[in-house]
């Protein structure tokens, strides 16, 4: 069997490493020419740091990771914490693997460090994909025509497989934008920040900040609407002026970061409406390509890391029925990833309630819950973190299925 994997993001990454680690022959074919340090900081939830560890990377993620103790979530106008829920150490006792803290370009450099230079196919943009009932074939923009028994379509958002094969509607526009910001921690190190996971909720408007690389720099994401037209970019730059302005009457800790920071970013926030399907014969689909969600969980990146164990693990148990063995992956995927793909549209309803009433409900839920579970976890966080995707890749996660549904 050989599979073709197009995009080497996060999610094509580790399905190459785990297509390695399971044996089958495959190829990546990224258009990028190298890789770059793309985006910023991000969330590594025990439910995918499982798979990671998996594949070897357990040393290396405790090289650059931070681990918070403390999920905190806090009044926009007081910067009092409403909501705290356990993470170090409680997460590593309940599930056995922790809850990281990563800058993006080190969480890349482990992957592709990881990845066979012979598999790999850098500066190739993909322009055409498809089958017959014998293999599947992707044909690159200089006229090399890669053939295997199945494609994978691990291509972001603006996926071409998923254009081609799958004709979805177009990404639909949150109408928020995330700035964003890295900022050393040694230039910070007057505001006595903590290593935890923090969440400021406003009206309209939320800010969240955590440590990572190894707790030497601090990212910062704000989420809020702007006033104007910006593009889903993750290079495109914005004014301090324009971010700090969006925090006029807030307590004092986000403008402290943000006028710490070099050069804050911004882009526009997308997503997808679900597909009817995500497999069309010898071709499927993964990560954002096929689910692509708002960031307020922090599980895109994390979804797309349980997607490729499953989908490697899947194909390694098809005895040779490949067709067959991707719609058993999209059975086992699809409605996990599309609930969250509608509980992140949810989230960021509540994440910026503007009306005064709204406002006091939402905190009052959270401090409720805050009494009711203590240092123990949600019914929300056990179905995250419980995900075991080799369980699922067997069929046996019943533990999970079993779960009290998202509400």
């Known amino acids: 069997m050989k599979v073709i994997v197009i995009g080497a993001g996060i999610g094509g990454s580790v399905l190459g490493m785990s297509l390695k680690q399971l044996g089958i022959a495959h190829v990546l074919i990224e258009q990028a020419p190298g890789f770059s340090e793309v985006g910023a900081g991000i969330q590594l939830s025990p439910n995918g740091v499982r798979v990671l560890e998996t594949l070897g990377l357990g040393d290396a993620l405790r090289g650059f990771c931070t681990e ?17 829920t356990a993470l170090m150490p409680r997460v590593r006792e309940a599930y056995g693997h922790a809850y990281y803290h990563a800058h993006r370009s080190d969480l890349i ?20 994909v498809g089958q017959d009932e014998h293999a599947a074939w992707a044909v690159t923009a200089d006229g090399r025509r890669f053939e295997a028994d199945v494609l994978i379509g691990a291509d972001g958002i603006h996926s071409r497989v998923r254009e081609q094969v799958f004709k979805p509607g177009p990404p639909r526009a949150s109408g928020y934008v995330a700035w964003r910001g890295v900022v050393d921690a040694a230039d910070i190190e007057d505001l006595e920040i903590p290593v935890s996971a923090y969440v400021d909720m406003g009206p309209g408007l939320s800010f969240v900040y955590y440590y990572v690389c190894g707790g030497a720099r601090l990212n910062w994401i704000a989420l809020g609407q702007s006033k104007g037209a910006k593009r889903e970019s993750w290079s495109q730059t914005a004014s301090k002026a324009e971010v700090i302005a969006a925090f006029d009457g807030w307590y004092a800790r986000p403008r402290h970061l943000i006028e710490a920071t070099k050069q804050p970013f911004v882009t526009a926030l997308y997503d997808r409406d679900p597909l009817d399907s995500w497999v069309a014969g010898r071709i499927a689909l993964m990560g954002d390509a096929a689910h692509a969600m708002l960031p307020y969980h922090a599980q895109g990146a994390v979804q797309s890391i349980e997607d490729a164990w499953v989908l490697a693990r899947t194909l390694s148990l098809s ?54 579970f203590g240092d123990d976890f949600s019914p929300q966080q056990h179905w995250l973190y419980s995900y075991d995707a080799e369980q699922a890749a067997l069929g046996t996660d019943t533990a999970w299925r079993d779960l009290p549904a998202w509400s």
């Open 319 to 372: 005895d040779g029925e490949v067709v067959a063995a991707l719609r058993r992956y999209e059975t086992l995927r699809r409605d996990r990833a599309n609930q969250l793909v509608q509980q992140s549209r949810n989230a960021e309803r509540w994440y910026h309630v503007q009306d005064v009433g709204e406002v006091a409900a939402r905190n009052a839920r959270f401090r409720r819950n805050n009494e009711q």
């Open 68 to 84: 918070p103790d403390f999920h905190k979530y806090s009044a926009w106008d007081t910067g009092e914490t409403i909501l705290r």
């Open 109 to 128: 450099d482990a992957l592709t460090a990881s990845l066979e230079a012979k598999a790999l196919c850098l500066d190739s943009e993909v322009v055409d």
